[in-house]
Each structure stands twice: as C-alpha cells, then as structure tokens.
C-alpha cells in the first residue's frame, strides 16, 4: 500500500514537473510540444493466486489529458478524464465507458507527422464488449503481444488520436509497457514479466483550442 | 572380385551421380557440388549426419523440429534428402530431422546446390542433399565402438560379403546418449535421452554380364524421454512419457544394359516413417501425437548414348503417399496424394571444352497443381587451370499435407485454430453454422487451391586449379522464390481465438557468393576453408519499407520510418558463414585435424512487432566453434580415435539448443583387413 502510494507521488511530481515546463514552452513557442508522462500504473499485477493466475486490483487508471493529471477512481462517473487504462485495454470517455464527448482512432503514420486531423477520420466510441474506439487484442490496435515471450510491445508509427471529454482533440504516442520505460528482455525470468509490465511511457499533445491541428 | 561395367566405379572419389542422375566425373560437373567422402566422415569423428553437414560451406543447421539443414539461405523444407537416390519422409513442420541418418556404413555424401527439380521433383528448390551407402566393400567385416560426454554410446558393425555374383553387406548401428541439460536449474533436458537403432541391408546380385538385381532395406528405431515444460502466460506445465519413431525404406532395384549405348534401371521404393508421442503432464492430462507417412514410388530411368558427344536420360514414375496425423480431422483417414512424373536430360559437348545440359521435368499431382520445372546449364573449361560454370533452372515445392489438412486447435495456448487450406472453408462452414465465428476477414476470401512454391535459381562458378595442390572456387547464386505459402488469420472465434490457414502470398528472394579453397601444403599437412555471404529479404516487406509505411523506435522510444539499412532479411539466416580446416595425415596411418566454424548473429524473434526483422529485433550472437581430433589406423586392422567437440565451449542455451559444451569421445575400431 506504501509502496503505491510512494508511485503515485512520483507520478505526480513528474506530471507537475512536465507541467510548469510545457506552459514556460507554451508561452513562449508558438507550436506544441509532447509531453512525456512515464511508468503510470495501470492495474499492475500484485502477486500470483493459488491456482498460478496473476491476480491485480481491476481497477482503471482514469487520465486526464487536459489536466495531464490522474483523476480519482471516485470521479470515474464524469467528464473529468479522457482516458482510462486497464493493462492493455484503452477506453475514452463516451459511448459504453463515459458521459463525455470522447472518442478515438489508431491513426497508422508518425507522431510529428500527423499535423491535422484529416477531415475525413472516423471518430469510434467504445460499444463494450464488442468494439472499442482504441481496439483491444494483440496486433488490433497499439501492440502486440507475442505468446512465445509473453511480452506486449507497442507498435511503433501508431499515433491515437482522442477526443477529450469535453470534445477537444490530441494524439498519444505509446512508447513502452514496462516500468522504467524498457521492454523486458526475452530471457527475464515470469515473475519479472508479470510484476513490471503495465506501467505506460506514452507522449501526447493536446490541442487546448478545440482545432484539429497541432 | 569382378566388377560390373554398369555399376558405379568409385574411381577416387570424383564421380558424382546426384548432379545430372548419371555417374559424372566431379571436374566434369556443370553445376555446383560438395563432395565428403568416408575419410572426412571418419576423421573429423561425426556420427550422426548433422555432425558433418554442419562443418560444410553454404550449410546452416536450424533447431526446432529436429536438426534441419538450411541451404543458401533456403529453409529446410526446400531441400530433398535423399539415401541412394531415394527420398527420405517423414517431415515436422517442414523439417526432417537428421540425426535419424547413421554414417558408419556412408561412402559418400553429394551435395547438389541450386534449385535441382528438374531431376527430382519437389522439394529439390535450393539443392538436393544424397547419401550414398558403400555397395562394393570387399572388408568382410568392422567394428567400431565409441564413448563420449553424456554418456553418449555408438556401436557399429559392418559386415560383407562377396562371391562372383552375389554381394551382401549388413550394417547395424546403436547409439545412446543421457541428454544434456545445458540451462542451469532445469527440469527439462535441452537434449533428451535418447536411444537409435539402425540397420541397413544391401544384396546385390549379378544376374549376367548385363543385368543385376540390387535389394536394399533401412530401417531406425528411435526412442526419446521427453521431459518438456511449456510456459505460456506465466504457467508453467511439465509433461513427460515417450516419443517412438519407426522409419523403414525399401528399394528393389533392377538394372539392364542392353547395349554400350543403352541402359535401363527400374526402381521400386517403399516407406514408411511413423512416430507416436505419448506424454502425460504432471497434474495427470494426457497428450498423445501421431504422424504416419507412407510414401511408394515406382520409377524407370533409361539412359540413352545418341552419338559420341550426345548422351540423354529418359524417365517416368509414379508415385502414392499418405499421411495420417492427429493433427488432421481424423487420425484414422489416410490423407493421399499420387503423383505421376516423367523428366528428361540432354547432354550435349559441340568441343570438348564445353558441356551444355537441357533437362525438364513435369508432375501432374492430384491433389494441387502440376509443376513444370526446366534446367539450363553449362561448363567452360577455359585452359587447364580455369573452369566456369552456369546454370539457370527453377524449383517448385508441392504443398506438403500440413498446408492442406492440418486441422489443429491449441487448447493450452488460447484456443487458436490452425486449418490446411483443403479443410479451413468447410472448417469455417461448420462452425459459423454453430455460430462460433465472430469475425472473418478478407484472407478468408482469397482461400484458394494452394499452388506450389517455385524458384528460379541462378549459379556462376568460377574454379581455379593452378596445380594439382590448389583449387580456388568463387561462385555467385540468387534464388527468387514466388507463391511462398504463409499462415495467414482468416478471422476469429466469437471468444476472440484466431483462425489460421495458408495462402500462397510471399515473395523472397536468397543471393550470395562463396569462396572455396583447398591448399595441400606438403604431402602431410593441408589446409582448407571457405567463405559465405547470404543476403535474403522478403520482396513485399522491402516494398513497404521503401513505400515509408514500416516503422521503428529511435533510442528514445519515439517511432521512426525503418530503413533499408535496418533491415535484416529472413530470419534465422546468417550473413556471413565461414570454415577453417586443418588437415595432418601420415602414411602410417596417423591423423590429426582441427576445425573452426564460424557463424555470424542471426534474427530469431520480431521484438518490435512492427512484422519486418530489423536491427531493432532481437538476434543470436555470432560465434566461432572449435572441433578438434586425432587417431591413428594402425595395418593390422585397428584403429583409435580420440576427439574434442566444442574446445572453447561456447553456449547459447537459447538459441542453439543443439550445440552442447565442450564434449568428448573415443572411439576404437577393429577391420579384418581383405586379403587380394
């Protein structure tokens, strides 16, 4: 319990850290740079059950991009956060999983390469079980999970492109899945696999002006 | 004793028979091959025929499914394996496992490089590799007994005998080994134990001057302690039991020569390889594997003296095989196929400098499209000292009965489905109509009757023999391969399981050059080695890395186009291959050799899941291995032997799950010697 409580404090400070720096930046820069948020948690495993399945909290780590902050599970029910991360599963906020104006698609290309928003992109909503706006499962939207290793590696030139909550527009690149940002080596033994995985290194922008353009 | 002018005359060890399916003087040859003859066998102390095919140039060992050779870049599935001329089966996944092939009774192996089916048929896509037993021993009889590290046992008797027209050899071969467990603290044995048996029973008889009837039976008993742990999803399942692998072959052979310019041989050829694993995991689960192929081939070659500088070979076959497996729909139905075959060869010399070859092949096949495989080659001895050789021809692989009856659903890894393409539309049919597909996709559309695989292959070589105690060889090769079957999704279950099946949709392509030499440097001492450099790709990847639509991470996780420059080709293929061999033998019979391989780092696993092997994926390290060995064979009949495989003991658990540590062995042997 300490020791999540202690994660979370350094995620904090960090977002706080990236914060004040992206607002010096927006001042005095006119186009937008990615902030970097690093090993958010995103129901990690917590140990291996009797039957030899790993067992986690199953609870959704809820993000607010607007904000670059984590909003509590407790305003899970509002338009506070835009997205919500459950090990490899994505959700925005409208459709199935919020009241919000949310949205998505996995847009194939570079982050710094997509400027604008094409006119013509379809914005999904998530209809659980069924469909996600950010599809779930191995090769289907931001991953690939290989069974031989039982690694998740994000595909690299997967850009998500969201739509808030409260309707406006930015683009996450995932970069890794384990914590310290570094995909395990092949050889790590189970335990390694299972106890570092689901923490998130991601970099996004959000467009504050509601514009498609970045 | 006397010899039948038809029958093969091993004068030296320069005639070859695989090349053009007649006996050929080596220096007469117009398209690449490798010779190893017994002594080689013998001095470098290999047992199994992947002992000795590892140290060759342009071979590459894989693991997986058994020790399968690569050759020029090609997989295992695209070279024939031959034992005097006649296919071996009984292939896992594409791979023919060759530690089941004995070498105590082996005269010779011929290894024929480039695409050969214009002579054999499928399979003969990058090269065609023969075994060639001794048929004309006149030692009565040999033993050989050897011991090693993992209590690993090889005993071998040889037996012969010979009378005006009749000649018997029998071959008997046991061997044992404990296995080796080469990562610390496992349960499982990298090398199971595992016990072999093989006999190999050759008649001859000489019925006149012109005809002889040659009968010949192989077979292997094989016995494996399987002691296996999977872990999938952080769950680990050990298992253990038996794998019995019974592979029997049968050859009648009956050749006549009608005249000096004319000659017949009829073959017939049966068999058969079965092999059963029985396992039962530790909570109690049973898992139980068969696979049993039979294969019959009747087949008449005539060869055919038109004029003095005009030779031509005519021949026709046919052939039945069968699988049964229980990875098809039912393990009691017999999957067949039959093919019937005719192919034919001209030889033609316009001067004496030049050979030009012609030849083609064509099999109808039942059960998926025929193939038409044609063969263009020539020699150019330019003077005595340089030669240059051409060849063009094209090679096809039939789509074996995996790719069409494979009926296989994984329970212990999510339930995926894999379908051969025969059964996966009425697979899916049913199983839509029971309303367990939740998705197909446009793969599923494309579903058609599967073609072969074809090759063109291209070979220049370039010998040099500036004296009879130098040869220079440097060759240049390409293969561009078509209609490659992959294993594509057709879809999903409704619990989200993928449906696999195969299409013929990949386009790849092998190229390289070798480099050969032989240095006898006094009449004890000699030196030989070579070089080889393979550069393979897949063509629709290269399309889409230059079409910018395949990307990468930089060192900051951020993702980047990938470029040509970090592209890596196939994987499990290394880019540069070399052997250094060192050669010491005395009249007295005393021999000595050491052995340096050297394999440069190889792709094994797309860690970056962007589908392409980059610099970005994960690779085996190159390594050098050292092998080393010294005997002596003494007049009166006995030998000793004594060997170090592996000197610097190099591990790589992982990867090269075949290469234990440094071992050892002695071996002695005992011959009556022939009195003339």
Known sequence: ?214 | MKVLKDTIQWQGDSVVVTATRSERKLSNLTVPVTIINAKTIQQTGSLRLTDILKEQPGLTMTSGFGAGVQLQGLNPDYTTILINGEPLVGRTAGVLDLNRIALGNVKKIEIVKGPSSSLYGSEAMAGVINIITDQNTTIPIQFSARYGTYQTKDLSVDHALNSKSFFYQGFYNYYNTDGYSIRPNSLSRVTTPITRFTTHQQFKYHINDNTNLLLAIRYTKEQIQNDISVSNGGVTIHSNGTENINDYNVTATLNHRFSSQLKTSFRSYLTQYDSKQDLLTLSGGSYIDLLNHLFHRIENQTDWVVQKNLTAIFGAGSVIEGVKSSRYDSEQLRKTNNIQYAFTQWEWLPIKKMTFIVGARFDQNAAFASAFSPKFSMLYKINTIHKLKMSIGQGFKAPDFRQLYLNFTNAAAGGYSVFGSAQAQKAITDLNGLGQIGILYDNYYQLKILQPEYSTGVHLAWDIEPNPSTFLSFQLFRNDIKNLIEVQQLGAYTSGAQIFSYLNIGRAFTTGGEFEFRKQITNQFSINGGYQLVITGDKDQITQIKAGTVYTRDANGNSRRLTMSDYVGLPNNSKHKGQLKLNYTKENGLFANMRLLYRSRWAVNNTNGNQVFDNGDSFADGYISIHASIGKNYKNGYGVQIGCDNITNYIDAVHLPNLPGRTFFMTLKYQINHKK
Request: glycine letters at 8%.
């Open chain 1, 1 to 214: 319990m300490l020791t999540t409580i202690k994660k979370m404090a350094t995620i904090v400070i960090t977002s706080i850290s990236i914060i004040g720096c992206t607002k010096n930046q927006d001042t005095i820069l006119a186009p937008l740079t990615a902030t970097v948020v690093k090993d958010l948690a995103a129901d990690t495993v917590l140990g291996i059950a009797s039957n030899g399945m790993p067992y986690s909290a199953g609870k959704y780590t809820f993000y607010s991009l607007e904000k670059n902050a984590i909003v509590p599970n407790t305003d899970s029910a509002s338009t506070k956060w835009d997205i919500a991360l459950y090990s490899t599963k994505i959700l925005t906020n409208a459709g199935t999983s919020g009241t919000g104006m949310g949205g998505a698609f996995v847009y194939t290309g570079l982050f710094d390469d997509l400027k604008t928003i094409p006119t013509d992109s379809v914005f999904k909503t998530d209809n659980a079980p069924a469909s996600y706006a950010v599809p779930y499962g191995s090769g289907k939207g931001w991953y690939t999970y290989d069974q031989a290793t039982s690694l998740v590696t994000p595909l690299a030139g997967r850009v998500l492109v969201i739509r808030t909550a409260s309707g406006k527009y930015a683009k996450i690149e995932i970069m890794n899945y384990y914590k310290g940002g570094v995909t395990l080596p092949l050889t790590a033994s189970a335990a390694d696999k299972l106890s570092k995985q689901r923490y998130y290194t991601f970099r996004f922008i959000f467009q504050s002006n509601g514009s498609k353009t970045f």
